[in-house]
């Protein structure tokens, strides 16, 4: 079966999910930009939020609990208003819209916590997709496997005509395990668009 769905993850392929350069946005001194990365994104409170087992107000808590005081505003921005420097990367968006004018499904499946419905209508192309799978609402985190049969289920896919796009290679292969084929993502949309000719032969 050839591929006739591409599915996109967010961060790092449509949307510029990088921590260093986040913290250093909303917090331009470079060492305490380092402990708040640290004490918001890197913490494991963090996942749990995209598994939506808890609010990103706990993790400003938790996160206040590592941090000087000085700090304890900063711990709520970044836990509660970090997607406010979230930038989109346009590019993707443009294959998104060809990919879809050359007739193929394309979906959005993406570990993110429910502060993505403050952000999601800067994800470039958003309005095209065919479908939409966000964790936090399933209770389940790439690169379960779970998650990747959900989202097939969920629109009535095979897996094996579907092409799962992440920058991150974990989850990708989380993906190839429940079936579907993989990319892994290195913000070169022209070899993205040369892969997927070759999977199934259109002119793109």
Same mark, same amino acid.
């Given at each position: 079966m050839g591929v006739r769905n591409i599915v996109f993850d967010m961060g790092g392929v449509l949307m510029d999910w990088d921590p260093i350069k986040i913290s250093l946005a909303l917090c331009p001194d470079p060492d305490d930009a380092a402990l708040l990365r640290k004490a918001v994104f890197d913490s494991r409170e963090w996942g749990w939020v995209d598994a939506g087992a808890i609010a990103p107000e706990t993790v400003a808590w938790t996160a206040k609990l590592k941090l000087p005081e000085r700090l304890h505003d900063l711990a709520d921005t970044f836990a509660l208003h970090w997607f406010d420097v979230f930038d989109p990367m346009p590019a993707t968006g443009e294959l998104v819209r060809e990919l879809k004018t050359a007739g193929y499904g394309v979906y959005l499946?993406?570990? #993110?916590?429910?502060?993505?419905?403050?952000?999601?209508?800067?994800? +470039? #192309?958003? =309005?095209?997709?065919?479908?939409? *799978?966000?964790?936090?609402? =399933?209770?389940?985190?790439? +690169?379960?496997? #779970?998650?990747?049969? *959900?989202?097939? =289920?969920r629109y009535g896919l095979e897996p094996a005509s579907c092409l799962f796009v992440d920058d991150l290679k974990r989850n990708v292969v989380g993906a190839e395990r429940a079936g579907m084929q993989g990319y892994v993502f290195d913000r070169d949309i022209d070899a993205l668009r040369r892969f997927i000719k070759a999977q199934d032969g259109a002119a793109l």
């Open positions: 499946l993406s570990n #993110a916590g429910t502060t993505f419905e403050q952000y999601c209508s800067r994800i +470039p #192309a958003i =309005e095209v997709f065919d479908g939409i *799978l966000v964790s936090c609402y =399933e209770h389940v985190v790439k +690169p379960d496997e #779970a998650i990747y049969r *959900l989202f097939c =289920e």
